[in-house]
C-alpha cells in the first residue's frame, strides 16, 4: 500500500524519536482500510511537529488493530491500544488520552471525515490564546458538510442539539399523556367507569373538544402577557396536584353537568400546555433544523406516552388497579413539570427570529 512503500524521511524520524507534543487518539471499529489513508492524511499537515497517533480499537474484527500494528513496526508515532471486551467511543476517548504523555491531545475519527488540516491551526491557538479546549466543528464559520447528502445533513444537525431533542421529549411527556386521558380516554372512561350510557358520554366529550378547541387562542393572549414557560408552570404544578383528585370525582361523577364540570376543568390545565406547546418548541432550534427537530422527538414522546395512555388504563383496570393510572399520569406530569422548571422562557431566550 502506499503508506508502507514510504520510509520516514530524515527530518521526521528525528521528531519521531522525540517526545511527541501533539497526540491524536483516534477511536476505531472495523477501520482497517482507513489506517494508512488516515496516517497519510495526518503526515502531510503536521510537518514540523513532533506528534504521534494512538488508534484504540475495539477488538475490530476485520483486523483494524494488527493493520496499526503493522504500520507500527516501522513508524515509532503509530501506537495501537485494543480493548478486549470493552465497547464505546467516550470511554475509548478517554482511554487514549491517559494513554498519552504528549502536552496536547487531539481526538479524531477514523472515518476520515475530520479535516485534518484544521490541526496545526488548532494546535497553534491552544498554544496562543489563553484557552483550554479548541473544538472544530460543521457549524461555525467556515465549517461545511462536504458532500454529505441532505439526508445525513439533517441527522447530523438534529444530533447537534441533543439537549433540545431531549427537551421537547420531556415538555410533552406529561402534556401528551394528560391530554389522551381527558380526551380520547375519557370518552371511554365515561362509560366503563362512570357508568353513563355511551351516547351520553359522546355527548359530553365532544361538548368539551368544543370548548377546548375555543380556550386555545385565549390561553395563547395569555402566554403572551405571562410568559410560556409560566404557562407550562401551571400546567405542570395544576396537573401534578388535581390529576388524580379530578379522575376520582370523575369516576364517581353522577350527572352529565357535573361529569362535563370535570373535564373542562381538567383541559382548562392542559391548555396551559398545549396552547403553547408548538411555539415553545420551535423556539428550542435554529431555522435550518427546526422542522425535524420539533417532529422527530415529539412523534416519539407522543407515540411513547400518549399513543399508549389508554392501553395503559386498560391494562390497569384488567388487573383491578384502575387508580394507578391516575398516579401514572401524575408521575408523567412531574416529569415534564421539572423540564419546565428548567427550561428558560423561550420566547426571550430562543432561537427563534423576532
Known amino acids: 500500500?502506499?503508506?508502507?512503500?514510504?520510509?520516514?524521511?530524515?527530518?521526521?524520524?528525528?521528531?519521531?524519536?522525540?517526545?511527541?507534543?501533539?497526540?491524536?487518539?483516534?477511536?476505531?471499529?472495523n477501520e482497517r482500510g482507513n489506517i494508512?489513508?488516515?496516517?497519510?492524511?495526518?503526515?502531510?499537515?503536521?510537518?514540523?511537529?513532533a506528534w504521534e497517533v494512538i488508534f484504540v480499537d475495539d477488538d475490530s474484527r476485520d483486523g483494524t488493530a494488527a493493520a496499526v500494528r503493522a504500520v507500527a513496526r516501522r513508524d515509532p508515532r503509530v501506537r495501537c491500544l485494543?480493548?478486549?471486551?470493552?465497547?464505546?467511543?467516550?470511554?475509548?476517548c478517554i482511554e487514549g488520552v491517559l494513554a498519552s504523555a504528549a502536552p496536547y491531545v487531539a481526538v479524531m475519527d477514523a472515518d476520515l471525515q475530520h479535516d485534518e488540516r484544521l490541526l496545526p491551526r488548532m494546535l497553534a491557538t491552544l498554544k496562543r490564546e489563553p484557552c483550554d479546549l479548541v473544538v472544530g466543528s460543521r457549524y461555525v464559520a467556515g465549517g461545511g458538510l462536504g458532500q454529505w447528502d441532505k439526508g445525513r445533513a439533517r441527522i447530523s444537525g438534529l444530533l447537534a442539539h441533543p439537549r433540545e431533542v431531549l427537551t421537547v421529549i420531556g415538555l410533552t411527556m406529561g402534556g401528551t399523556v394528560s391530554f389522551y386521558t381527558f380526551t380520547i380516554y375519557a370518552q371511554k372512561f365515561?362509560?366503563?367507569?362512570?357508568?353513563?350510557?355511551?351516547?351520553?358520554?359522546?355527548a359530553i366529550a365532544a361538548l368539551s373538544?368544543?370548548?377546548?378547541?375555543?380556550?386555545?387562542?385565549?390561553?395563547g393572549w395569555l402566554s403572551d402577557l405571562v410568559g410560556r414557560r409560566a404557562m407550562l408552570l401551571a400546567f405542570g404544578v395544576l396537573g401534578t396536584l388535581l390529576t388524580v383528585p379530578l379522575m376520582k370525582a370523575l369516576g364517581s361523577a353522577t350527572t352529565p353537568s357535573g361529569a362535563f364540570a370535570l373535564i373542562m376543568t381538567?383541559?382548562?390545565?392542559?391548555?396551559?400546555?398545549?396552547?403553547?406547546?408548538?411555539?415553545?418548541k420551535a423556539e428550542l432550534f435554529p431555522t435550518e433544523i427546526r422542522a425535524l427537530g420539533v417532529a422527530l422527538p415529539y412523534a416519539v414522546a407522543v407515540a411513547l406516552f400518549?399513543?399508549?395512555?389508554?392501553?395503559?388504563?386498560?391494562?390497569?383496570?384488567?388487573?383491578?388497579?384502575?387508580?394507578?393510572?391516575y398516579w401514572y399520569v401524575t408521575a408523567c406530569t412531574a416529569v415534564s413539570l421539572v423540564v419546565y422548571y428548567f427550561?428558560?422562557?423561550?420566547?426571550?431566550?430562543?432561537?427563534?427570529p423576532a
Do not use: C, N
Open 343 to 352: 427550561t428558560p422562557d423561550t420566547r426571550r431566550h430562543g432561537k427563534m
Open 306 to 325: 400518549g399513543g399508549t395512555a389508554e392501553y395503559i388504563a386498560y391494562w390497569l383496570r384488567a388487573a383491578a388497579h384502575e387508580e394507578w393510572f
Open 190 to 202: 365515561l362509560v366503563t367507569t362512570t357508568g353513563f350510557s355511551p351516547a351520553t358520554a359522546t
Open 209 to 219: 373538544l368544543v370548548v377546548f378547541t375555543l380556550l386555545q387562542p385565549v390561553m
Open 36 to 49: 494508512e489513508p488516515f496516517l497519510e492524511l495526518v503526515g502531510s499537515v503536521l510537518e514540523g511537529i
Open 1 to 29: 500500500m502506499q503508506y508502507e512503500a514510504k520510509s520516514i524521511d530524515p527530518a521526521a524520524m528525528a521528531l519521531a524519536l522525540q517526545a511527541p507534543e501533539l497526540t491524536l487518539v483516534v477511536p476505531t471499529l
Open 266 to 280: 381538567a383541559l382548562l390545565i392542559v391548555s396551559a400546555y398545549t396552547a403553547v406547546s408548538a411555539v415553545v
Open 82 to 92: 485494543q480493548r478486549i471486551g470493552r465497547r464505546g467511543l467516550s470511554t475509548a
